[in-house]
């Protein structure tokens, strides 16, 4: 099963762009990375998903280098409501192996 | 569209007793999963089904936790009986299929005293 290493946290500012790096050394070939956010008391949510290169939509970016060894979540401007934990997981949804690691938690100051 | 419900919200039981949680998924989801988050930890899977049919539980403490899920649809988490370590918040999650993003519910916060 893959595993995934991220920040135990990050600071930042409303308005910055936040950029939060997970390893995942081991990711097999049918493996893709996802991202979910979860606020406290909430169950996590989904974010966004990715297999290679670079995926956009609404509320962020994933990068994904060629090497699938790591990947980045970028969420650009950064607002004090995503204030949250960001887990990064590794799999293929099969036999069990969508593994939440410890996340990153994110705050956000004014 | 609905979203994942879940119940009861909060559970507050003593240690040897039993305890079940319920679960109904997104219309249509065929994988269910169940995960336990201790606080401060991320979630934790103890057991996903395919349909009805158990896809992995190689996470759950089978001498104690039993899931099932009837007809393919809602599903129920079971502790018998409870010890102080189980207190956690127990999520379901649904999914349409593999590597389809996960829905999750709120969640049922149990503290076993």
């Known amino acids: 099963l893959a595993k995934t290493t991220q920040p135990i946290s990050m600071d930042s500012y409303e308005g910055q762009e936040v950029n939060i790096t997970c390893s995942h050394n081991?990711?097999?070939?049918?493996?893709?990375i996802t991202w979910y956010q979860q606020f406290p008391s909430q169950g996590p949510r989904f974010i966004i998903q990715?297999?290679?290169t670079k995926v956009t939509n609404e509320v962020a970016s994933l990068f994904i280098p060629a090497d699938r060894k790591s990947s980045t979540l970028s969420l650009p401007r950064v607002s004090l409501s995503d204030t949250a934990v960001y887990y990064c997981?590794?799999?293929?949804?099969?036999?069990?192996?969508?593994?939440f690691g410890k996340g990153t938690k994110l705050s956000v100051k004014p | 569209e609905a979203g994942v419900a879940q119940s009861p919200r909060y559970k507050i039981i003593e240690k040897r007793q039993s305890v079940a949680f319920w679960c109904n998924p997104i219309s249509g989801h065929a994988t269910l999963y169940w995960y336990q988050q201790i606080l401060g930890q991320g979630p934790k899977l103890l057991i996903q089904f395919q349909n009805n049919g158990v896809v992995d539980d190689s996470q759950l403490p089978k001498d104690r936790f039993s899931a099932e899920r009837l007809k393919g649809v809602d599903s129920t988490l079971k502790i018998q009986p409870a010890k102080l370590e189980d207190s956690a918040v127990y999520l379901c999650?649904?999914?349409?299929?593999?590597?389809?993003?996960?829905?999750f519910g709120s969640g049922t916060q149990l503290s076993v005293l």
């Open positions: 990715g297999y290679k």
């Open positions: 081991n990711i097999a070939t049918n493996d893709y």
């Open positions: 999650a649904s999914s349409l299929e593999y590597n389809e993003k996960l829905f």
């Open positions: 997981l590794v799999g293929d949804g099969s036999q069990g192996n969508l593994i």
